[in-house]
T-cell receptor
Framework: GQQLNQSPQSMFIQEGEDVSMNCTSS?????WLWYKQDPGEGPVLLIA?????ELTSNGRLTAQFGITRKDSFLNISASIPSDVGIYFC????????????FGKGTKLTVNP | DGGITQSPKYLFRKEGQNVTLSCEQN?????MYWYRQDPGQGLRLIYY???????QKGDIAEGYSVSREKKESFPLTVTSAQKNPTAFYLC??????????FGEGSRLTVL
């Protein structure tokens, strides 16, 4: 089946630093979604991408849909302690949301 | 507020018991989903339903059952046939453009 490789698995950064994480696949996707999950909570949708090359921002977050349609990255600028959590990418090749494939997540720790 | 409500938040089960997790949404979404999350793993699809009175197996449906009698409700039963049921369970619904919105999750522990 399709797989998403999300990296890095974990990151330890200082408050104020910028963060970058990415997801890659051998398959071509037509949708990328990025989620954040706090401990013990459900994932919250951060950014949705629908077109190759699309660059979308949500506050300090920026995500891009790779030109090859096989990858996507998420950047967080000027990190703050509340950015702590697990970030998931999800991609879909075709069909409905039942075809979404999730990465294993990037665990972000921000030291004040 | 519109959203997805899962209950209970925490549930303990003895081996051999069936348990049912509730999921209700007031977002007027047609499609609903159940995912299982284990530590360090991505989300794995258990069952999904695209319309009332219809549902399909996901990647790990064995040992689980669902029903979809109302648009707003999609309960999941973890049966005694599920050999490793301890996990965090997430319910979701999706927009017509395929964006998933999740509930707050239910943590099931088998004693």
């Amino acid at each position: 089946g399709q797989q998403l490789n999300q990296s890095p698995q974990s990151m330890f950064i200082q408050e104020g630093e910028d963060v970058s994480m990415n997801c890659t696949s051998s398959s071509i996707f037509n949708t990328w979604l990025w989620y954040k999950q706090d401990p013990g909570e459900g994932p919250v949708l951060l950014i949705a991408l629908y077109k190759a090359g699309e660059l979308t921002s949500n506050g300090r977050l920026t995500a891009q849909f790779g030109i090859t349609r096989k990858d996507s990255f998420l950047n967080i600028s000027a990190s703050i302690p509340s950015d702590v959590g697990i970030y998931f990418c999800a991609g879909r090749t075709q069909g409905g949301s039942e075809k979404l494939v999730f990465g294993k997540g990037t665990k972000l720790t921000v030291n004040p | 507020d519109g959203g997805i409500t899962q209950s209970p938040k925490y549930l303990f089960r003895k081996e051999g018991q069936n348990v049912t997790l509730s999921c209700e949404q007031n977002l007027n979404h047609d499609a609903m989903y159940w995912y299982r999350q284990d530590p360090g793993q991505g989300l794995r699809l258990i069952y999904y339903s695209q319309i009332v009175n219809d549902f399909q197996k996901g990647d790990i449906a064995e040992g689980y059952s669902v029903s979809r009698e109302k648009k707003e409700s999609f309960p999941l039963t973890v049966t005694s046939a599920q050999k490793n049921p301890t996990a965090f369970y997430l319910c979701a619904s999706s927009t017509v453009t395929g964006e998933l919105f999740f509930g707050e999750g239910s943590r099931l522990t088998v004693l």
